[in-house]
């Protein structure tokens, strides 16, 4: 697959690489819409330190591609949107509310820092069933054991999966 990378500090380019695997609990998401964001230029001048051949990108949209056997809400051709932060949730920091420390500081924010982003026609996402969210595109909701509380948090807020689903849930 083609992904834009950032070769090392200051320098960007395409290259091929093989489309990710999903473990157990996580998705592959094939990237329709990709959004560039401040941080993507920040990283490349080196804000987080040097990288190489990593994959940029962490704002993005697709349809599932393939999904863990452990995934429970949702299933290859799902229409999704996915955030720039996709923590561990079961630690500690994510459990008392600051997600994007997750494991480490900044470790919740992964596209683009400690694995491959979203600038690719493929992308993996960790803990799929909690950092996924259906697209109203979908035509249905998430089936899996955590549903109830996705959508009372998406009518709740203002995020963007809110913004993109208002039809759906309300």
């Given at each position: 697959?083609?992904?834009?990378?950032?070769?090392?500090?200051?320098?960007?380019?395409?290259?091929?690489?093989?489309?990710?695997?999903?473990?157990?609990?996580?998705?592959?998401?094939?990237?329709?819409?990709a959004?560039?964001?401040?941080?993507?230029?920040h990283?490349?001048?080196?804000?987080?330190?040097?990288?190489?051949?990593?994959?940029?990108?962490?704002?993005?949209?697709?349809?599932?591609?393939?999904?863990?056997?452990?995934?429970?809400?949702?299933?290859?051709?799902?229409?999704?949107?996915?955030?720039?932060?996709?923590?561990?949730?079961?630690?500690?920091?994510?459990?008392?509310?600051?997600?994007?420390?997750?494991?480490?500081?900044?470790?919740?924010?992964?596209?683009?820092?400690?694995?491959?982003?979203?600038?690719?026609?493929?992308?993996?996402?960790?803990?799929?069933?909690?950092?996924?969210?259906?697209?109203?595109?979908?035509?249905?909701?998430?089936?899996?054991?955590?549903?109830?509380?996705?959508?009372?948090?998406?009518?709740?807020?203002?995020?963007?999966?809110?913004?993109?689903?208002?039809?759906?849930?309300?």
């Amino acid at each position: 697959m083609k992904a834009f990378v950032m070769k090392e500090i200051g320098r960007v380019g395409f290259m091929e690489k093989p489309v990710p695997q999903p473990g157990p609990g996580d998705a592959v998401v094939q990237t329709t819409r990709a959004l560039i964001c401040t941080s993507d230029s920040h990283t490349v001048q080196g804000g987080i330190g040097p990288r190489e051949d990593l994959t940029l990108g962490h704002e993005a949209v697709g349809i599932v591609h393939a999904v863990g056997s452990e995934v429970k809400d949702f299933r290859p051709g799902d229409r999704v949107l996915v955030g720039a932060i996709t923590p561990d949730w079961g630690d500690l920091a994510s459990q008392n509310g600051y997600p994007s420390q997750s494991g480490a500081p900044l470790g919740g924010f992964k596209f683009a820092n400690s694995k491959d982003g979203v600038f690719a026609d493929y992308f993996h996402v960790n803990e799929a069933d909690a950092n996924l969210a259906l697209s109203s595109e979908s035509n249905r909701f998430p089936i899996g054991r955590n549903s109830r509380a996705r959508m009372v948090r998406a009518r709740s807020s203002t995020s963007p999966a809110r913004m993109l689903s208002s039809g759906s849930l309300t």
